[in-house]
């Protein structure tokens, strides 16, 4: 993508980017509903939050697509979907209980009600998107977005994910994505918001597809 004043470069992640891509995630992600629902206590939320996105950064390079901004400002990491996981990533369960430690049932009830209603539907998952606080509302977010889209597109690949917060699900509809049923997490969790970007040449427009039952978890 070429840079504009307003449209930032980006290029696809390496290893070299863990440490600032790792921080970028921690921060972006700090505050607000599902953040108080996995770690209620702000000064273990740092710790465990740093853990836990090293293992999540770790496992995008592994294993799907992570994509960056030339000065690391925002990062996005991204799962081919084309058919059910096969299940649980070998050492998966004892490497989020090592990262979350005291919260991990928290994280693993997560996993588990994401990939309860995940689409059964071939697409690519946006598992993660994150641009730093002091960068955020400056369209860094929505371009990394639309150059991956634009990959999409040629492919004919749909695409589904998960918003937070209202804000955020008003940016994916702009994108191109449309809303699904909502979750709400257990134990008084906060609610979800379901969103899927269709085939965008189809003959007609498609409504949100229908979820599995899949067997394993979450792609993290």
């Known amino acids: ?53 090293e293992l999540v950064l770790n496992h995008g390079l592994d294993h799907g697509r992570v994509d960056t901004t030339t000065d690391l400002s925002a ?3 991204w799962y081919p979907r084309a058919e059910p996981p096969l299940g649980e990533s070998p050492g998966y369960q004892a490497a989020l209980e ?13 996993d588990a009600v994401f990939e309860a209603f995940h689409p059964s539907e071939p697409h690519h998952y946006l598992a993660y998107v994150a641009v730093k606080p002091e960068q955020q509302s400056r369209g860094v ?33 702009r994108l191109g994505y449309c809303a699904g049923p909502p979750l709400i997490l257990p134990t008084s969790g906060p609610t979800i918001w379901r969103m899927w970007r269709g085939q965008p040449y189809a003959a007609r427009p498609s409504g949100f597809p229908t979820s599995g039952p899949l067997p394993g978890r979450r792609s993290l």
Not at 3 to 24: G, I
Not at 142 to 159: F, I, N, S, V
């Open 141 to 173: 977010g929505a371009a990394l977005l639309t150059y991956r889209h634009r990959q999409l597109d040629e492919l004919g690949m749909p695409a589904y994910l998960e918003a937070s917060n209202g804000r955020n699900r008003e940016l994916y509809v």
């Open 75 to 77: 990062v996005s990491i």
């Open 98 to 110: 090592a990262a979350t430690e005291a919260y991990a049932p928290k994280f693993a009830l997560l």
């Open 1 to 53: 993508m070429t840079a504009t004043s307003t449209t930032p470069t980006v290029r696809q992640a390496t290893r070299d980017d863990m440490r600032p891509l790792t921080s970028v995630l921690a921060a972006a992600f700090f505050d607000g509903p599902v953040a108080d629902w996995l770690v209620p206590d702000h000064g273990d939320r740092k710790a465990v939050y740093h853990q836990y996105f």
